[in-house]
Protein backbone atom coordinates (compact mmCIF):
# COMPACT_ATOMS: atom_id res chain seq x y z
CA UNK A 1 0.00 0.00 0.00
CA UNK A 2 2.42 2.70 0.77
CA UNK A 3 4.62 1.89 -2.50
CA UNK A 4 1.38 2.70 -4.59
CA UNK A 5 0.84 6.10 -2.59
CA UNK A 6 4.67 7.04 -3.02
CA UNK A 7 4.15 6.09 -7.53
CA UNK A 8 1.09 8.37 -7.43
CA UNK A 9 3.16 11.27 -5.58
CA UNK A 10 5.78 11.28 -7.91
CA UNK A 11 3.36 11.31 -10.85
CA UNK A 12 2.85 14.51 -11.11
CA UNK A 13 6.67 15.15 -11.03
CA UNK A 14 6.60 13.03 -14.62
CA UNK A 15 3.63 14.72 -16.13
CA UNK A 16 5.58 18.21 -15.45
CA UNK A 17 8.60 16.86 -17.30
CA UNK A 18 6.89 15.59 -19.84
CA UNK A 19 4.99 18.69 -20.57
CA UNK A 20 8.28 20.65 -20.41
CA UNK A 21 10.11 18.07 -23.05
CA UNK A 22 7.27 18.40 -25.37
CA UNK A 23 6.37 22.20 -25.29
CA UNK A 24 10.67 22.19 -26.04
CA UNK A 25 9.59 20.12 -29.44
CA UNK A 26 6.84 23.17 -30.25
CA UNK A 27 8.14 26.31 -32.59
CA UNK A 28 6.80 29.02 -30.59
CA UNK A 29 5.02 30.43 -33.85
CA UNK A 30 3.40 27.06 -34.45
CA UNK A 31 1.28 27.74 -31.06
CA UNK A 32 1.53 31.19 -30.29
CA UNK A 33 -1.52 33.53 -30.58
CA UNK A 34 -0.98 36.52 -32.73
CA UNK A 35 -0.52 40.02 -31.53
CA UNK A 36 -2.20 42.45 -32.73
CA UNK A 37 -0.10 45.24 -33.38
CA UNK A 38 -0.81 48.58 -35.47
CA UNK A 39 0.65 52.16 -36.01
CA UNK A 40 0.06 55.27 -37.62
CA UNK A 41 3.05 56.79 -37.35
CA UNK A 42 4.33 55.87 -40.77
CA UNK A 43 3.00 58.09 -43.33
CA UNK A 44 2.89 57.38 -47.03
CA UNK A 45 4.67 59.79 -49.78
CA UNK A 46 3.65 58.21 -53.11
CA UNK A 47 0.78 56.42 -54.60
CA UNK A 48 0.60 52.84 -55.26
CA UNK A 49 -0.35 53.94 -58.83
CA UNK A 50 2.79 56.11 -59.44
CA UNK A 51 4.49 53.36 -58.05
CA UNK A 52 3.74 51.13 -60.93
CA UNK A 53 4.06 53.80 -63.21
CA UNK A 54 7.90 53.62 -62.59
CA UNK A 55 8.18 49.76 -63.67
CA UNK A 56 9.99 49.59 -66.84
CA UNK A 57 9.59 45.94 -67.63
CA UNK A 58 11.65 43.88 -65.95
CA UNK A 59 11.84 43.19 -62.35
CA UNK A 60 13.21 46.23 -60.44
CA UNK A 61 14.51 46.76 -57.32
CA UNK A 62 13.26 50.11 -55.23
CA UNK A 63 15.76 51.73 -53.86
CA UNK A 64 14.10 55.05 -52.71
CA UNK A 65 12.18 55.43 -49.48
CA UNK A 66 8.76 55.20 -50.87
CA UNK A 67 6.09 54.12 -48.40
CA UNK A 68 2.27 53.72 -49.41
CA UNK A 69 -1.22 52.66 -48.50
CA UNK A 70 -3.20 50.37 -49.62
CA UNK A 71 -6.08 48.22 -48.36
CA UNK A 72 -6.25 44.48 -48.51
CA UNK A 73 -8.80 42.85 -50.55
CA UNK A 74 -8.28 39.01 -50.15
CA UNK A 75 -8.16 36.29 -47.74
CA UNK A 76 -6.40 32.86 -47.14
CA UNK A 77 -8.93 31.99 -44.40
CA UNK A 78 -10.65 28.91 -46.99
CA UNK A 79 -6.93 28.24 -48.78
CA UNK A 80 -8.15 29.58 -52.14
CA UNK A 81 -5.32 32.14 -52.35
CA UNK A 82 -1.83 31.28 -50.81
CA UNK A 83 0.95 33.22 -49.28
CA UNK A 84 -0.41 36.64 -51.31
CA UNK A 85 -1.91 39.75 -50.16
CA UNK A 86 -4.31 41.79 -52.65
CA UNK A 87 -3.79 45.16 -52.24
CA UNK A 88 -5.87 48.23 -53.99
CA UNK A 89 -5.21 51.87 -53.77
CA UNK A 90 -8.58 52.80 -52.47
CA UNK A 91 -11.39 51.30 -50.27
CA UNK A 92 -14.06 52.54 -53.23
CA UNK A 93 -13.15 53.23 -57.34
CA UNK A 94 -9.52 51.66 -57.41
CA UNK A 95 -7.33 52.88 -59.73
CA UNK A 96 -4.30 50.57 -58.99
CA UNK A 97 -3.96 46.92 -57.86
CA UNK A 98 -1.17 44.57 -56.93
CA UNK A 99 -0.28 41.05 -55.32
CA UNK A 100 2.20 41.12 -52.17
CA UNK A 101 3.99 37.45 -51.89
CA UNK A 102 4.89 36.98 -48.49
CA UNK A 103 5.72 33.66 -46.88
CA UNK A 104 2.98 33.76 -44.38
CA UNK A 105 0.12 30.81 -44.08
CA UNK A 106 -2.81 32.30 -42.51
CA UNK A 107 -2.10 35.95 -43.12
CA UNK A 108 -6.01 36.22 -42.42
CA UNK A 109 -5.18 36.62 -38.70
CA UNK A 110 -2.90 39.76 -39.05
CA UNK A 111 -4.52 41.17 -42.32
CA UNK A 112 -8.14 41.37 -43.13
CA UNK A 113 -10.52 42.50 -45.80
CA UNK A 114 -10.70 46.34 -45.96
CA UNK A 115 -7.88 46.68 -43.49
CA UNK A 116 -5.55 49.42 -44.20
CA UNK A 117 -1.51 48.69 -44.33
CA UNK A 118 1.52 50.92 -44.63
CA UNK A 119 4.25 49.24 -46.81
CA UNK A 120 7.83 50.61 -46.70
CA UNK A 121 8.88 49.88 -50.41
CA UNK A 122 12.51 50.32 -50.03
CA UNK A 123 14.33 46.95 -50.08
CA UNK A 124 11.67 45.05 -52.14
CA UNK A 125 11.22 44.48 -56.08
CA UNK A 126 8.38 44.91 -57.97
CA UNK A 127 8.41 42.75 -60.90
CA UNK A 128 5.48 41.86 -63.13
CA UNK A 129 4.22 38.39 -63.77
CA UNK A 130 1.89 36.89 -66.27
CA UNK A 131 0.21 40.46 -66.48
CA UNK A 132 0.25 41.11 -63.06
CA UNK A 133 2.43 43.63 -60.54
CA UNK A 134 3.76 41.77 -58.21
CA UNK A 135 5.61 43.42 -55.49
CA UNK A 136 7.90 41.08 -52.38
CA UNK A 137 11.41 39.66 -52.74
CA UNK A 138 13.61 38.42 -55.99
CA UNK A 139 14.96 35.22 -57.09
CA UNK A 140 16.35 34.34 -60.64
CA UNK A 141 15.09 31.93 -63.21
CA UNK A 142 17.40 31.20 -66.33
CA UNK A 143 19.63 34.84 -65.50
CA UNK A 144 16.27 36.44 -65.46
CA UNK A 145 15.08 38.36 -61.98
CA UNK A 146 11.42 37.82 -60.93
CA UNK A 147 9.62 38.60 -58.03
CA UNK A 148 9.40 36.20 -55.12
CA UNK A 149 8.18 35.81 -51.82
CA UNK A 150 9.10 38.22 -49.16
CA UNK A 151 10.36 35.55 -46.34
CA UNK A 152 8.47 35.69 -42.78
CA UNK A 153 11.16 37.42 -40.48
CA UNK A 154 10.79 40.38 -43.00
CA UNK A 155 7.45 40.85 -43.71
CA UNK A 156 6.42 43.11 -40.31
CA UNK A 157 9.68 45.21 -41.26
CA UNK A 158 8.13 46.40 -44.82
CA UNK A 159 4.63 46.08 -44.11
CA UNK A 160 2.47 48.31 -40.81
CA UNK A 161 -1.03 47.87 -39.90
CA UNK A 162 -3.08 51.27 -39.68
CA UNK A 163 -4.77 51.30 -36.36
CA UNK A 164 -8.12 52.40 -38.35
CA UNK A 165 -11.16 50.36 -38.40
CA UNK A 166 -11.12 47.97 -41.23
CA UNK A 167 -13.11 50.04 -44.08
CA UNK A 168 -16.00 48.81 -45.95
CA UNK A 169 -14.65 47.50 -49.32
CA UNK A 170 -17.03 48.42 -52.15
CA UNK A 171 -16.64 45.94 -54.91
CA UNK A 172 -16.18 47.79 -58.38
CA UNK A 173 -20.11 46.85 -60.40
CA UNK A 174 -18.84 45.49 -63.79
CA UNK A 175 -20.23 43.70 -66.61
CA UNK A 176 -17.85 41.03 -68.40
CA UNK A 177 -17.29 43.22 -71.49
CA UNK A 178 -15.23 45.81 -68.43
CA UNK A 179 -13.27 43.32 -67.29
CA UNK A 180 -10.38 44.03 -69.45
CA UNK A 181 -10.80 47.54 -68.58
CA UNK A 182 -10.62 47.29 -64.87
CA UNK A 183 -7.14 47.40 -62.97
CA UNK A 184 -6.04 44.14 -61.89
CA UNK A 185 -6.07 42.57 -58.92
CA UNK A 186 -8.65 44.88 -57.52
CA UNK A 187 -12.31 43.53 -56.15
CA UNK A 188 -15.42 43.41 -58.55
CA UNK A 189 -18.84 41.99 -58.82
CA UNK A 190 -20.58 41.27 -61.82
CA UNK A 191 -24.15 40.23 -61.84
CA UNK A 192 -26.21 38.27 -63.40
CA UNK A 193 -24.19 35.33 -63.33
CA UNK A 194 -24.11 31.27 -63.68
CA UNK A 195 -22.00 28.76 -64.19
CA UNK A 196 -22.07 27.28 -67.44
CA UNK A 197 -24.48 24.19 -68.35
CA UNK A 198 -21.45 22.19 -69.12
CA UNK A 199 -20.30 23.10 -65.14
CA UNK A 200 -22.69 21.70 -63.50
CA UNK A 201 -22.78 18.82 -61.09
CA UNK A 202 -18.81 19.75 -61.39
CA UNK A 203 -16.63 20.46 -57.78
CA UNK A 204 -15.01 24.11 -57.74
CA UNK A 205 -11.69 22.47 -58.24
CA UNK A 206 -10.25 19.09 -58.48
CA UNK A 207 -8.23 17.36 -55.81
CA UNK A 208 -4.72 19.38 -55.09
CA UNK A 209 -4.91 20.91 -58.40
CA UNK A 210 -5.91 24.54 -59.71
CA UNK A 211 -9.05 24.25 -61.51
CA UNK A 212 -10.36 26.59 -64.12
CA UNK A 213 -14.08 26.73 -64.48
CA UNK A 214 -16.36 28.43 -66.55
CA UNK A 215 -19.08 31.51 -65.78
CA UNK A 216 -21.33 33.50 -68.13
CA UNK A 217 -23.64 36.24 -67.95
CA UNK A 218 -26.88 36.24 -69.58
CA UNK A 219 -25.64 37.43 -72.74
CA UNK A 220 -23.71 34.36 -73.19
CA UNK A 221 -20.51 36.03 -72.69
CA UNK A 222 -18.09 34.19 -71.09
CA UNK A 223 -15.35 34.33 -68.06
CA UNK A 224 -12.83 31.94 -66.34
CA UNK A 225 -13.51 31.43 -62.58
CA UNK A 226 -9.62 29.78 -60.62
CA UNK A 227 -9.99 27.95 -57.90
CA UNK A 228 -7.32 25.95 -55.82
CA UNK A 229 -7.77 21.93 -55.23
CA UNK A 230 -6.39 22.97 -51.99
CA UNK A 231 -9.09 25.12 -50.55
CA UNK A 232 -11.22 24.22 -47.70
CA UNK A 233 -14.54 24.18 -50.30
CA UNK A 234 -12.82 22.37 -53.41
CA UNK A 235 -15.08 19.62 -53.68
CA UNK A 236 -18.29 21.01 -53.39
CA UNK A 237 -20.93 20.84 -56.06
CA UNK A 238 -21.12 24.64 -58.33
CA UNK A 239 -24.21 26.28 -57.76
CA UNK A 240 -26.81 25.92 -60.11
CA UNK A 241 -28.25 28.86 -60.21
CA UNK A 242 -27.72 32.45 -61.42
CA UNK A 243 -26.83 35.86 -59.05
CA UNK A 244 -23.88 37.82 -58.24
CA UNK A 245 -20.19 37.57 -57.58
CA UNK A 246 -17.76 39.23 -56.10
CA UNK A 247 -14.05 38.54 -56.62
CA UNK A 248 -10.27 39.63 -57.46
CA UNK A 249 -10.10 40.68 -60.88
CA UNK A 250 -7.00 38.32 -62.15
CA UNK A 251 -5.66 37.31 -65.18
CA UNK A 252 -4.24 33.64 -65.89
CA UNK A 253 -1.75 33.44 -69.12
CA UNK A 254 -3.32 36.30 -70.36
CA UNK A 255 -7.08 35.70 -70.17
CA UNK A 256 -9.17 37.51 -68.45
CA UNK A 257 -10.10 35.38 -64.27
CA UNK A 258 -11.38 35.61 -61.38
CA UNK A 259 -10.66 34.38 -58.19
CA UNK A 260 -12.85 34.57 -54.98
CA UNK A 261 -11.90 34.62 -51.39
CA UNK A 262 -14.23 31.77 -50.18
CA UNK A 263 -17.70 30.20 -51.07
CA UNK A 264 -19.31 33.65 -49.31
CA UNK A 265 -18.21 35.42 -52.75
CA UNK A 266 -21.05 33.30 -54.62
CA UNK A 267 -24.43 34.42 -54.22
CA UNK A 268 -26.30 32.26 -57.06
CA UNK A 269 -29.80 31.91 -55.55
CA UNK A 270 -32.15 32.74 -58.49
CA UNK A 271 -33.49 31.02 -61.58
CA UNK A 272 -30.95 30.35 -63.86
CA UNK A 273 -31.14 33.00 -67.32
CA UNK A 274 -33.12 32.50 -69.68
CA UNK A 275 -31.81 30.61 -72.91
CA UNK A 276 -30.03 33.91 -74.63
CA UNK A 277 -31.10 33.80 -78.44
CA UNK A 278 -28.50 34.47 -81.06
CA UNK A 279 -29.15 32.77 -83.75
CA UNK A 280 -31.94 33.34 -86.50
CA UNK A 281 -33.30 32.78 -89.62
CA UNK A 282 -34.82 35.28 -92.33
CA UNK A 283 -36.05 35.18 -95.75
CA UNK A 284 -35.03 38.64 -96.61
CA UNK A 285 -31.45 37.60 -96.94
CA UNK A 286 -30.37 36.43 -100.85
CA UNK A 287 -28.24 35.31 -103.44
CA UNK A 288 -27.79 38.90 -105.34
CA UNK A 289 -25.15 38.30 -108.00
CA UNK A 290 -22.56 35.81 -108.95
CA UNK A 291 -19.81 36.80 -111.38
CA UNK A 292 -17.08 34.92 -113.14
CA UNK A 293 -15.38 38.08 -115.49
CA UNK A 294 -14.44 36.43 -119.20
CA UNK A 295 -11.14 38.76 -118.83
CA UNK A 296 -9.89 38.00 -115.24
CA UNK A 297 -11.27 34.69 -113.32
CA UNK A 298 -9.42 35.81 -110.60
CA UNK A 299 -12.15 38.57 -109.98
CA UNK A 300 -14.91 36.34 -109.37
CA UNK A 301 -17.26 37.19 -106.65
CA UNK A 302 -20.98 36.28 -105.09
CA UNK A 303 -23.07 39.03 -103.53
CA UNK A 304 -25.43 38.71 -101.14
CA UNK A 305 -28.58 41.43 -100.35
CA UNK A 306 -30.68 41.74 -96.99
CA UNK A 307 -34.43 43.47 -97.56
CA UNK A 308 -35.20 43.11 -94.08
CA UNK A 309 -36.66 46.02 -91.90
CA UNK A 310 -34.18 45.24 -88.87
CA UNK A 311 -30.24 44.22 -88.30
CA UNK A 312 -29.77 40.39 -89.08
CA UNK A 313 -27.41 38.49 -86.56
CA UNK A 314 -25.62 35.89 -89.27
CA UNK A 315 -24.30 34.08 -86.62
CA UNK A 316 -24.40 30.38 -87.92
CA UNK A 317 -25.55 31.26 -91.71
CA UNK A 318 -23.20 29.50 -94.40
CA UNK A 319 -22.71 29.75 -98.54
CA UNK A 320 -22.35 26.66 -100.09
CA UNK A 321 -20.82 25.27 -103.30
CA UNK A 322 -21.94 22.13 -104.95
CA UNK A 323 -19.54 21.92 -107.96
CA UNK A 324 -20.74 20.77 -111.17
CA UNK A 325 -22.67 18.09 -111.07
CA UNK A 326 -21.78 16.86 -107.13
CA UNK A 327 -25.26 16.23 -104.46
CA UNK A 328 -22.06 16.92 -101.74
CA UNK A 329 -21.48 20.23 -101.31
CA UNK A 330 -17.76 20.93 -101.98
CA UNK A 331 -16.50 24.24 -100.02
CA UNK A 332 -18.82 26.44 -97.40
CA UNK A 333 -18.17 30.08 -96.65
CA UNK A 334 -19.02 30.88 -93.25
CA UNK A 335 -20.86 34.30 -92.41
CA UNK A 336 -21.04 33.87 -88.58
CA UNK A 337 -18.77 37.24 -88.05
CA UNK A 338 -21.20 39.94 -89.93
CA UNK A 339 -24.34 41.24 -88.68
CA UNK A 340 -25.98 43.00 -92.24
CA UNK A 341 -28.46 46.06 -92.11
CA UNK A 342 -30.89 47.05 -93.98
CA UNK A 343 -30.46 47.38 -97.35
CA UNK A 344 -26.95 45.95 -97.19
CA UNK A 345 -24.86 44.46 -99.80
CA UNK A 346 -22.64 41.71 -98.63
CA UNK A 347 -19.44 40.72 -101.46
CA UNK A 348 -17.54 37.78 -101.19
CA UNK A 349 -14.42 37.59 -103.44
CA UNK A 350 -12.49 34.67 -104.61
CA UNK A 351 -9.57 36.69 -104.14
CA UNK A 352 -9.84 40.15 -102.01
CA UNK A 353 -6.11 41.58 -103.59
CA UNK A 354 -7.15 41.31 -107.35
CA UNK A 355 -11.09 42.34 -106.74
CA UNK A 356 -9.70 45.81 -104.85
CA UNK A 357 -7.42 45.98 -107.51
CA UNK A 358 -10.42 45.17 -109.87
CA UNK A 359 -13.66 47.36 -108.61
CA UNK A 360 -12.01 49.85 -106.19
CA UNK A 361 -12.52 48.53 -102.64
CA UNK A 362 -12.17 45.68 -100.81
CA UNK A 363 -14.42 42.77 -100.68
CA UNK A 364 -16.13 42.01 -96.86
CA UNK A 365 -15.28 38.81 -97.47
CA UNK A 366 -12.44 36.43 -99.10
CA UNK A 367 -13.69 32.85 -99.45
CA UNK A 368 -10.44 32.17 -101.19
CA UNK A 369 -9.38 29.35 -104.36
CA UNK A 370 -12.57 27.09 -105.04
CA UNK A 371 -14.64 28.80 -102.52
CA UNK A 372 -18.19 29.82 -103.51
CA UNK A 373 -16.89 32.60 -104.61
CA UNK A 374 -15.04 30.92 -106.48
CA UNK A 375 -17.18 29.17 -109.50
CA UNK A 376 -16.37 29.05 -112.76
CA UNK A 377 -20.31 29.42 -113.89
CA UNK A 378 -21.23 25.77 -113.93
CA UNK A 379 -21.34 25.03 -110.38
CA UNK A 380 -24.68 25.57 -108.08
CA UNK A 381 -24.94 27.35 -104.63
CA UNK A 382 -27.20 27.60 -101.77
CA UNK A 383 -27.48 29.60 -98.85
CA UNK A 384 -28.08 28.16 -95.43
CA UNK A 385 -29.37 29.58 -92.14
CA UNK A 386 -28.25 28.62 -88.66
CA UNK A 387 -30.79 25.88 -88.14
CA UNK A 388 -29.53 24.13 -91.27
CA UNK A 389 -32.84 25.38 -93.73
CA UNK A 390 -32.37 26.15 -97.22
CA UNK A 391 -32.93 29.89 -97.79
CA UNK A 392 -31.82 30.82 -101.10
CA UNK A 393 -30.40 28.92 -104.12
CA UNK A 394 -28.53 29.37 -107.40
CA UNK A 395 -28.79 26.17 -109.84
CA UNK A 396 -29.81 22.90 -109.18
CA UNK A 397 -28.31 20.43 -106.88
CA UNK A 398 -27.19 17.45 -108.63
CA UNK A 399 -26.96 19.09 -112.24
CA UNK A 400 -24.14 20.68 -114.17
CA UNK A 401 -24.97 24.33 -115.03
CA UNK A 402 -23.28 23.81 -118.26
CA UNK A 403 -25.97 24.20 -121.54
CA UNK A 404 -28.63 25.27 -118.84
CA UNK A 405 -30.68 28.28 -117.43
CA UNK A 406 -27.99 28.40 -114.73
CA UNK A 407 -25.02 28.44 -116.53
CA UNK A 408 -22.97 31.49 -116.23
CA UNK A 409 -19.51 30.64 -117.22
CA UNK A 410 -17.36 33.60 -118.37
CA UNK A 411 -20.20 35.79 -117.85
CA UNK A 412 -22.77 37.10 -114.57
CA UNK A 413 -26.17 35.72 -112.74
CA UNK A 414 -27.75 38.56 -110.86
CA UNK A 415 -31.22 38.84 -109.45
CA UNK A 416 -34.05 40.76 -111.73
CA UNK A 417 -35.20 44.33 -109.65
CA UNK A 418 -38.40 43.89 -107.97
CA UNK A 419 -37.55 40.27 -106.45
CA UNK A 420 -36.73 41.07 -102.38
CA UNK A 421 -37.12 37.65 -100.93
CA UNK A 422 -35.02 34.58 -100.77
CA UNK A 423 -36.39 31.08 -103.01
CA UNK A 424 -35.54 27.85 -101.79
CA UNK A 425 -36.29 26.78 -105.02
CA UNK A 426 -34.51 27.75 -108.56
CA UNK A 427 -36.56 30.12 -110.24
CA UNK A 428 -34.82 31.27 -113.50
CA UNK A 429 -37.56 33.76 -114.36
CA UNK A 430 -35.86 35.41 -111.21
CA UNK A 431 -32.97 36.08 -113.16
CA UNK A 432 -30.95 37.55 -115.68
CA UNK A 433 -27.77 35.27 -117.05
CA UNK A 434 -24.95 36.35 -119.38
CA UNK A 435 -22.74 33.34 -120.38
CA UNK A 436 -20.87 31.99 -123.61
CA UNK A 437 -22.79 29.14 -124.16
CA UNK A 438 -26.34 29.03 -122.09
CA UNK A 439 -29.49 27.45 -122.64
CA UNK A 440 -32.56 28.95 -124.45
CA UNK A 441 -33.10 32.12 -122.01
CA UNK A 442 -30.06 33.46 -121.33
CA UNK A 443 -27.75 36.14 -122.50
CA UNK A 444 -24.67 34.40 -124.69
CA UNK A 445 -22.74 37.64 -124.15
CA UNK A 446 -19.52 36.77 -122.60
CA UNK A 447 -19.41 40.06 -119.16
CA UNK A 448 -15.53 41.41 -118.38
CA UNK A 449 -14.73 43.33 -115.54
CA UNK A 450 -14.75 45.62 -114.08
CA UNK A 451 -17.57 47.59 -116.36
CA UNK A 452 -19.90 44.10 -116.45
CA UNK A 453 -20.48 44.03 -113.11
CA UNK A 454 -21.74 45.88 -110.14
CA UNK A 455 -20.80 44.03 -107.18
CA UNK A 456 -22.18 46.20 -103.87
CA UNK A 457 -24.86 48.18 -106.09
CA UNK A 458 -27.81 47.75 -106.85
CA UNK A 459 -28.18 46.17 -110.55
Wanted: proline fraction near 6%.
Amino acid sequence: MNEIVIRWKKLPVLVLILIVCCSACLKKEDWAVPVEKCSNDILPNISLGEVLDQYSDTTMEIVESWVIEAYVISSDQAGNIFNTLHLQDKPVNPTAGLQLELELRDSYLFFQPGDRVILSLKGLYLGKSRGLFKLGSAFSTFGTLQPGRLPKHRIFTHIAKSCDQPSSLQPQIISIDEVPFQPLNTLVRIEEMEFAEEELDSSYAQENEQTLRKLIDCQDNEIRLLNSGYSDFYAETLPAGMGSITAINYTENGEPTLIIRSVDDIHFTQDRCEEWITEFTSNHLFISELADPDNNSSARFVELYYSGDEPLPLKGWHLDRYTNDNADKSSSVDLSDFVVDPGQFLVIASNAEVFEQTYGFAPDIEGGSNSPADSNGDDNLTLVDPFGKLVDIFGVIGEDGSGTSHEFEDGRAYRKTGVSLANPVFTSQEWVVYNDTGASGTINQPQNAPGDFSPGLPN
